[in-house]
């Protein structure tokens, strides 16, 4: 797998307003896994509030898009930033990459088939014959992690992350839906791998 450097995760953010089409239904799938030391009532002791504390690799203005998405996901489950009177510590962790994928006739014979072949995959159908037409899509690869930790003694509370692949080119809006799936059922989400469906918000012409 490749990774993309924090520069281009921005960049692909930034492209956003820049997107054009009509509205889509689409479906992100995120595989999650969370692990909770907070009690059911967490939600009910307000205000619930959080600091965000970045890494050194975050210390930069083109995490700031990230942040921000990651705070209307935190919003939405009823934590409030408050930098002076936080009681979570809040890390979070973003990745983009790709995965390269073979053409599953790629070791066929020339002779096989005629020389020519089929191959589908998720989302995308190709052509593969003897001079190897049309390789297969690579999968792109975009997981996000948040972890909360008690402000006074510093215990990890809250830990969960989202991952998902798909061979289509990623919408930036994609981090914002992991960070919400990654949330799913906070405070004391299902135990254990799962998958959590979010449609990807409609992108206006």
Avoid at 51 to 59: A, D
Avoid at 69 to 94: H, K
Avoid at 134 to 143: K, Q
Wanted: charged share 20%; with cysteine.
């Amino acid at each position: 797998m490749t990774t993309l450097p924090w520069k281009k995760i921005a960049a692909l953010l930034g492209m956003a307003a820049l997107l054009a089409g009509c509205a889509t239904h689409r479906v992100v799938e995120g595989d999650v896994r969370s692990f909770s030391q907070l009690p059911a009532t967490a939600t009910a002791q307000q205000p619930m509030t959080y600091r965000i504390e970045r890494l050194p690799s975050q210390q930069m203005p083109s995490f700031d898009p990230i942040a921000a998405l990651a705070e209307q996901a935190l919003a939405r489950v009823g934590l409030q930033r408050d930098d002076e009177r936080a009681q979570w510590v809040v890390q979070l962790g973003v990745q983009a990459g790709y995965t390269p994928r073979r053409d599953p006739f790629y070791d066929s014979p020339p002779w096989a088939f005629g020389g020519w072949g089929w191959y589908g995959g998720r989302g995308g159908w190709g052509m593969h014959g003897m001079w190897r037409l049309g390789e297969p899509a690579p999968l792109h690869r975009r997981a996000v992690s948040i972890v909360m930790r008690d402000a006074r003694t510093q215990a990890v509370v809250y830990e969960t992350s989202a991952v998902h692949e798909d061979v289509w080119v990623s919408d930036p809006a994609v981090y914002g839906v992991l960070f919400e799936a990654a949330l799913n059922g906070f405070p004391q989400p299902p135990q254990g791998p799962r998958q959590v469906r979010i449609p990807l918000p409609a992108t206006q012409p």
